[in-house]
């Protein structure tokens, strides 16, 4: 149950009377999103670069003209801001190779009408925002990288921040606003002013903790480079033969245990280590016998 707070006697609405226009909310922005996927499928597929970034910008262009349509001024101001914010952020940040119709679409996915989950906002509060920002993070990166295999981190951390960052502007509208107006003596003045400092310091954020996150990158595509390199050792080991099984046992653990622990597990079991007798294996045997 909700409150009616367009009922002079302050009853309660039931949720399944809010339900149809959560839905229809829902789909109206999906309807836009899948359209803005597709444009961007038929882009990754254009062979001339310069084609592909003229239609990538037709993206932005609709998603624009729509929030024209069905906005007020203050209200475009606002999306517009929080959408530029948002794609600012992704390209500081840099976790994932996005290219310039990725950033394009990312800006015009988070280009949305401040108005349109006016009854989603009832029901769920802030968590539809949590989710389209999940959503249409994870499908660029899809779109893009064509799989999350190997930035599921990546993905996760560039969440969580831009989430904070899209909270925190509803926060700062919603409460600094009217502190700047009275101190301006205008809303339209304050609105600007409050907006264009929560970018600056959001941007900045961002841009002063960029090596940070740079850094965890770095390290992550490190360790990946050392997993695969195992991955193909054991590969070769487990076609190859026992000798040369053997003899590259010792390069497996060497990431894993430091050298004397791995000698004293394994050299003592298996033959062709330093230390030991001569291989039981006469040179002679082929590979395949042994």
Same mark, same amino acid.
């Given at each position: 149950?909700?409150?009616?707070?367009?009922?002079?006697?302050?009853?309660?609405?039931?949720?399944?009377?809010?339900?149809?226009?959560?839905?229809?909310?829902?789909?109206?922005?999906?309807?836009?999103?899948?359209?803005?996927?597709?444009? #961007?499928? &038929?882009?990754?597929?254009?062979?001339?670069? /310069? $084609?592909? +970034?003229? =239609? *990538? @910008? !037709?993206? %932005?262009?609709?998603?624009?003209?729509?929030?024209?349509?069905?906005?007020?001024?203050?209200?475009?101001?606002?999306?517009?801001?929080?959408?530029?914010?948002?794609?600012?952020?992704?390209?500081? #940040?840099? &976790?994932?190779?996005?290219?310039?119709?990725? /950033? $394009?679409? +990312?800006? =015009? *996915? @988070? !280009?949305? %009408?401040?108005?349109?989950?006016?009854?989603?906002?009832?029901?769920?509060?802030?968590?539809?925002?949590?989710?389209?920002?999940?959503?249409?993070?994870?499908?660029?990166?899809?779109?893009?990288?064509?799989? &999350?295999?190997?930035?599921?981190?990546?993905?996760? $951390?560039?969440?969580?921040?831009?989430?904070?960052?899209?909270?925190?502007?509803?926060?700062?509208?919603?409460?600094?606003?009217?502190?700047?107006?009275?101190?301006?003596?205008?809303?339209?003045?304050?609105?600007?002013?409050?907006?264009?400092?929560?970018?600056? &310091?959001?941007?900045?954020?961002?841009?002063?903790?960029?090596?940070?996150?740079?850094?965890?990158?770095?390290?992550?595509?490190?360790?990946?480079?050392?997993?695969?390199?195992?991955?193909?050792?054991?590969?070769?080991?487990?076609?190859?033969?026992?000798?040369?099984?053997?003899?590259?046992?010792?390069?497996?653990?060497?990431?894993?245990?430091?050298?004397?622990?791995?000698?004293?597990?394994?050299?003592?079991?298996?033959?062709?280590?330093?230390?030991?007798?001569?291989?039981?294996?006469?040179?002679?045997?082929?590979?395949?016998?042994?």
């Amino acid at each position: 149950m909700v409150v009616d707070i367009f009922s002079s006697k302050g009853s309660h609405m039931p949720f399944s009377r809010m339900l149809p226009d959560v839905l229809e909310e829902l789909g109206i922005f999906a309807l836009h999103f899948v359209f803005l996927c597709g444009i #961007l499928f &038929l882009v990754k597929r254009f062979r001339s670069r /310069l $084609l592909a +970034l003229s =239609a *990538a @910008f !037709l993206m %932005p262009f609709f998603q624009l003209f729509f929030v024209w349509k069905v906005s007020i001024h203050s209200e475009v101001f606002l999306s517009v801001a929080l959408a530029f914010l948002l794609t600012v952020q992704i390209r500081l #940040l840099d &976790l994932i190779p996005f290219h310039t119709e990725d /950033l $394009l679409f +990312l800006f =015009a *996915a @988070f !280009l949305f %009408p401040a108005r349109l989950f006016n009854s989603t906002s009832v029901l769920l509060g802030h968590l539809w925002l949590f989710w389209l920002i999940f959503c249409t993070y994870h499908t660029a990166v899809r779109l893009s990288l064509h799989s &999350l295999r190997g930035n599921q981190f990546f993905c996760y $951390l560039s969440f969580v921040v831009l989430s904070v960052s899209a909270y925190g502007f509803f926060l700062a509208i919603h409460f600094a606003v009217p502190f700047f107006q009275k101190a301006f003596g205008n809303h339209a003045l304050a609105l600007v002013a409050v907006t264009g400092l929560y970018l600056l &310091l959001g941007a900045g954020a961002v841009w002063l903790s960029a090596p940070s996150f740079g850094g965890c990158r770095g390290k992550a595509e490190s360790a990946r480079e050392k997993i695969s390199g195992h991955r193909i050792l054991l590969f070769s080991m487990l076609r190859s033969d026992s000798f040369v099984l053997y003899s590259h046992v010792p390069a497996l653990f060497h990431y894993v245990l430091p050298e004397y622990a791995g000698v004293s597990l394994i050299s003592g079991l298996m033959p062709g280590f330093p230390g030991d007798p001569a291989p039981v294996f006469p040179a002679a045997v082929p590979g395949g016998l042994l």
